[in-house]
């Protein structure tokens, strides 16, 4: 790590972290509520209502979020008949975790990065067997970490201006918060494909793709969110979220390409996507190969692997997995410079150790799966 971490001090990193910390954003809270407060809890009536409040930072997801997420869904799942969670302003329901936080905690040798991604994965777990209906509206921005707080409860909302996306490959990280668990399971290789590219899907087509259970237009949420409080059991529940879906007649954008989709990700190697990629040769293929290399090749191969494995655990085993390899990387430095080249210095050029395919060995990835010791596994005993 040292190495590491004097390479990226040199380019200034530190002090650009120091200098962009997003702790401290001041949000649009109810005025009932202190602005410095970075998640909001209300009671409504027997409903919880959580929002996430960190409107300049796109409400992504820090460490105090996450421990203070933890205790209150606890706590409602004992009280409150459904809970519902949001973002505050119109851009972002969670544009992610705040891997900034992180990355400036281990160029300080602090164990910040261990500790935020056993809390959340922990959270992931809670929200994943929740006994309540848990209901996101995942209206605006929702990827990484705001994937997480979503994608595993009962009913996710999607609205016309919804970006999902699981970019990490691009950071030298891994599609985490249960990624390995859901992207599998949307259908054919889609899951794969969005995994190892971090495609963008908007609007509808997060419906149509798996990830959202229902489509409502953004200026609707409100009394959607008012008919929600009078539901007193989960048949109301599905019934309000019926009347409030719209439908979309438009084709899924990935639509025309499902079928090469599902044939060049089915190779079992990322050199055999790469392969059957150039092999198919069209405008698309051309557009994939080309995003692909720019990815972290450890994060590719390490991804792949993870999604064979997610596919046939629980959602459970699937998070203990991602929290070994969430260890793994902060052991390493393509996370570090993804971080770097795509969020600090925005300079789009990592430079990836290794910097291809093929210096990628099996020992390599297999590495990134080693079990922790004992007393440093996730265990998920809530």
């Given at each position: ?35 410095e ?35 209150k ?15 505050t ?23 910040l ?8 994965y922990?959270?992931?777990g ?30 996710r ?34 899951g ?33 969110e ?157």
């Open positions: 790590m040292s190495a590491v971490r004097t390479t990226l001090l040199t380019s200034n990193i530190y002090k650009n972290l120091l200098r962009m910390n997003m702790l401290n954003c001041s949000s649009r809270a109810v005025s009932s509520v202190s602005s407060e970075d998640v909001i809890f209300e009671s409504v009536k027997d409903k919880g209502v959580i929002t996430l409040n960190r409107p300049k930072a796109l409400n992504a997801l820090n460490f105090s979020m996450v421990n203070k997420l933890i205790p869904l606890k706590q409602w799942e004992k009280e409150k008949s459904l809970v519902i969670i949001k973002g302003g119109e851009k972002a329901f969670c544009a992610g975790g705040d891997v900034r936080a992180v990355v400036e905690a281990g160029l300080r040798g602090d164990r990065g261990h500790d935020f991604f056993r809390n959340e922990t959270l992931n809670l929200i994943g067997t929740y006994s309540k209906p848990y209901i996101a509206l995942i209206d605006g921005i929702v990827m990484g970490g705001g994937v997480g707080l979503s994608v595993h409860g009962h009913y909302v999607a609205t016309e201006r919804t970006l999902f996306a699981m970019p990490e490959t691009a950071i030298g990280l891994f599609p985490d918060v249960g990624g390995s668990y859901f992207l599998p399971r949307l259908g054919g290789k889609l794969c494909y969005l995994a190892l590219t971090g495609h963008r899907l908007k609007g509808a087509d997060v419906l149509k793709a798996g990830v959202a259970t229902h489509y409502c237009q953004s200026s609707k949420l409100n009394d959607l008012k008919a929600l409080y009078e539901c007193s059991n989960e048949q109301s529940i599905n019934e309000t979220l019926r009347k409030f879906s719209t439908r979309d007649e438009t084709e899924f954008c990935l639509a025309p390409y499902i079928e090469q989709i599902n044939k060049c990700f089915s190779a079992t190697t990322i050199e055999g996507i790469f392969e059957a990629l150039q092999k198919d040769g069209s405008e698309w293929a051309q557009k994939t190969l080309k995003t692909l290399s720019k990815m972290s090749p450890t994060s590719l191969k390490v991804t792949l692997k993870e999604l064979n494995l997610g596919s046939k655990l629980n959602l459970q085993e699937c998070l203990q997995m991602e929290y070994r390899l969430a260890v793994n990387c902060l052991s390493n430095k393509d996370f570090y410079e993804g971080v770097r080249a795509l969020l600090i210095d925005k300079d789009q050029k990592p430079a990836w150790s290794p910097s291809s395919l093929k210096a990628v060995t099996e020992n390599i990835v297999n590495g990134y799966f080693n079990k922790l010791p004992d007393d440093q596994e996730l265990r998920h005993k809530l």
